[in-house]
DNA sequence: CTGAAAGCGCTAACAG
DNA sequence: CTGTTAGCGCTTTCAG
């Protein structure tokens, strides 16, 4: 099929050890030789076999990155991050999507590291699994998820904090029952987030009201559903902080729908601060995320862990998340993007 | 380092052939041993080395997916349609990212094929490159792109349709001045857009005035900076024609800045109907792209392709696009999403 | 500076 | 049903 160094060292003469050299530019080679090699390469279309070579070299310079949900912009933004801290080691990256389907993590775990993939960033589905890790072979940095035994690195927003800044922000802008709209109650972070909801309620000396906090997905429409449901109670909150900004948009556009007015009657905070967040016609209150620094740092983590795999890194790491003020709770000052 | 099947095979005393033959389920081999062999596996961690079985199967079972812009929601939506389609071919996707550098694209391209991945689906960065091609191997759709000399598969919205369909929605809705804020000249996809456009104005003896047709990047700043370019003008237009809904959003945002009235006295209509575009506080009135069917098209050809690698199947699809009226065009019925 | 030979981990004939 | 052998395309000793 494929031209290999085999048909240019016979074409050539020579032995394909030569051939082999020439194109790896090692010094040792006669420049005559190493030039000729060269372009009767390029004249044949020589691909290397990055199979052949991963298979001798024991690595492929190649990343693996497993996320929930690419149509979540949260995902996409740390996606251009790793991929361009990535790229600036020479590595590719491999994109995996689960679609929070914890079998399909798992399949892709293992099929990453079947591809030998000399590393792996992952933002797992769910952090109460003791299957998932097994047999890891291969360095795993986890991206806001903790596994269960902790014996991995990871980078993650401090998410407790996070959420207490968010219901602080809503306390102090005056609303006087906040409630919780979250994603799946077996995500670490969420729970996280709605620990950190409950401590603000608790220090401002508000009832923590069980009947005005739900779970449900990290997706717009379970926002949408959720608030509905909020807003059915006899006693429904004047306040909600979402788990993330995709639900809080699913909120946002449930409480415009009932002709409640924003932010007077009902405020809303998110987490994250998504690209689509900031524009004009929304611009969410919410916490922000450094997702490209994130991303980065958790390529950084990796990084490290491939070059010494023998010795075991620990580097873990909690960002400081920040309150941005939107124009969806009470105090804003309204400024451009 | 880690462990291969003649590891296996020397701890139970065969050869390493059996192993390999009952990991693959051979129905020639023995139950007896094979559900020993199986069980000594997964005791000692076994994981199948992907690279050495991919050199002598000759094929990997993964696939190539190129895009230009991953936080361009247009690409997630294709990209998951690609993934799940792929998936239940038995595929992985290797999702690459260009950020629109042409450099990038050729890199990823000879990567994509080092890495013998048995096919590429790709939107091209640009239409008018000869070098971008040569020496491909692999099987290679097109997703709303040409190559130069036209002998790539490729699935594609009907874009000088779509540009037509706009632009008429706009006279028809009452608009007197329409301009045009595209992404790059040197993008084809754009170009068609661009096209249609001005056959519906010539269509509806409307001029055609290049000072209000103005082309910059795909993204919401450059829909920003063009839209403010254009009402600077002392003829400015009353309504766009937007390349994409990412430059239409920057392009809204501009206009409310400058407190002109959506739709009344401005109207803007963009290209792609992405999943921002529908939420209510913005319901962009757009071209629909059928996203995650013209992916699965995709896939389908390419899948044709891999299994006729010698026959040269000749599959070009153009799909029809769809006018979506939202709220930032006057004629406007307000529905639910 | 160049070649011969071994081997990465696996599958695929070919024997037995 | 199982083992032997060869080989995928490449890099890496080890000689020369």
Known sequence: MSVTIKDIAKKLGISYTTVSRALNRKPQVNEETMEKIIEEAKKMGYQPNALARGLVKKYTKTLGLIIPDITNPYFPEIARGVEDAARKEGYNVLLCNTNWDQAQEEAYLKILQEKRVDGIIMKAVLDNDENLFHHMNTPLVLLNSRSHEGNYNY??????????????????????????????????????????????????????????????????KSGYDLMKKLLKLKNPPDAIFAGNDVIALGALYCVQEAKLNIPEDFGVVGFDHVDFAKIPQIQL???????????????????????????????????????IIGKTTKNTDIKAV
């Open 155 to 220: 980078v993650e927003i401090d998410n407790v904090r996070g959420g207490f800044l968010a219901a602080e922000h809503l306390i102090q802008s005056g609303y006087k029952r906040i409630g919780f709209i979250g994603g799946t109650t077996r995500s670490y972070s969420n729970n996280q987030r709605m620990e950190g909801y409950k401590l603000a309620l608790k220090r401002y000396h508000y009832p923590v009201d069980e009947g005005i906090i739900l779970n449900g997905e990290f997706n717009t």
């Open 285 to 323: 209150s919410t916490i922000k995320q450094p997702k490209y620094y994130m991303a980065k740092q958790a390529l950084d983590i990796l990084m490290k862990e491939i070059k010494n795999k023998d010795i075991k890194v620990n580097n873990k790491m909690v960002i400081e998340p920040q309150l």
